[in-house]
């Protein structure tokens, strides 16, 4: 269980990975139902490492023609009601979507080892964004916290901090989830883009070109000239959705009891906010578990 919280009281494991009953139930009806096609593009990540940043960014790219930034959907309409429902959620080819000609792609969480084969069997892009351990794990506390409406004296971070490095969290543990990817881009570099989020806030225009090549809509020399890019990048940028009303007021879903409301999925969006929360024995205790994880893999979050 994740003790702290009121809307994740259990948590099940499935096939490795800690999820709660609706989306482990959502990954089997995908892994025993989804029929992939090999145009198919996923959006693959662990909750909390920038997958609303990467679903408006596609779909900035994929619908620069139809839109510009004075009329793009996500000037009113949250990223993730702008392409389809997540996998685990259960996709609906028929969802009215923003291209005549090509299905938008598919947001996922579903570890690399859970998702259907057929999406492997088919070849289809998948494009994986990661973030740092310590500021997933503060972004995740605080969105959940939130959420759940807990004041910070009943949700000690200590809680939250020990179940997250005993990998207990939502799609953990974290490492798995990372490291799964991540090995598969090395077997499968054509099929398999990994996008780091800090490399990305550092170098949004090199970021966005390679997602676009990627993705199969890349710049022209004249967009690239007239500012297409840029114009992206500042439609999505975590400023600009963060100050849009749909995303102080709207909620994920609507009136249902358990929607969240639209503006958790921007909360700071800084990093290194780690270092507000971590006592210098939990950096120590955290380092550690970063090396013993990942130390021998080559992988490198920072
Ligand atoms: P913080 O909690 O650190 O602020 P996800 O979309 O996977 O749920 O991740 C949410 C995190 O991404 C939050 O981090 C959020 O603030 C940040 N974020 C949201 N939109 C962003 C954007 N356009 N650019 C950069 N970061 C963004």
Redesign the pocket.
């Known amino acids: 269980t994740c003790s702290w919280l009121k809307s994740m009281p259990t948590l099940y494991k499935y096939q490795d990975v800690w999820n709660t009953q609706e989306f482990v139930e959502g990954t089997i009806l995908a892994q025993q139902n989804f029929k992939a096609d090999p145009s198919d593009v996923f959006l693959c990540?662990l909750?909390?490492?920038?997958?609303?940043?990467l679903k408006?960014l596609v779909f900035a790219i994929i619908t620069r023609e139809t839109f510009d930034v004075s009329t793009s959907p996500l000037l009113t309409t949250l990223p993730h009601h702008c392409l389809p429902n997540c996998l685990e959620l259960g996709v609906e080819r028929s969802n009215e979507n923003y291209t005549n000609s090509r299905f938008l792609p598919i947001p996922t969480h579903i570890p690399y080892n859970s998702l259907p084969q057929s999406i492997i069997a088919s070849n289809c892009k998948i494009v994986y964004i990661y973030r740092n351990m310590k500021?997933v794990l503060?972004?995740y506390y605080?969105?959940f916290r939130e959420k759940d409406k807990i004041p910070v004296e009943d949700a000690p971070f200590e809680v939250a901090f020990d179940e997250f490095c005993h990998g207990i969290s939502w799609c953990g543990p974290y490492w798995d989830h990372v490291l799964g990817y991540w090995r598969a881009s090395l077997d499968r570099p054509e099929v398999i883009l990994l996008l780091k989020y800090e490399d990305m806030k550092k170098d949004p225009t090199s970021n966005v070109k390679r997602l676009a090549d990627f993705i199969g809509y890349p710049f022209t020399i004249k967009e690239e000239e007239e500012g297409v890019i840029e114009n992206i990048i500042k439609l999505?940028?975590?400023e600009n959705?963060k100050s849009l009303e749909v995303n102080k007021s709207g909620k994920l879903f609507g009136d249902h009891p358990d929607s969240t409301e639209n503006r958790l999925?921007?909360?700071?969006?800084?990093d290194g906010?780690w270092e507000n929360y971590f006592t210098h024995q939990m950096v120590e205790k955290i380092d550690k578990l970063i090396d013993d994880k990942l130390g021998a893999t080559g992988l490198v979050l920072k």
């Open positions: 990540s909750p909390k490492s920038g997958t609303t940043w408006a500021d503060v972004s605080n969105f999505c940028s975590f959705l999925f921007f909360r700071k969006a800084k906010d």
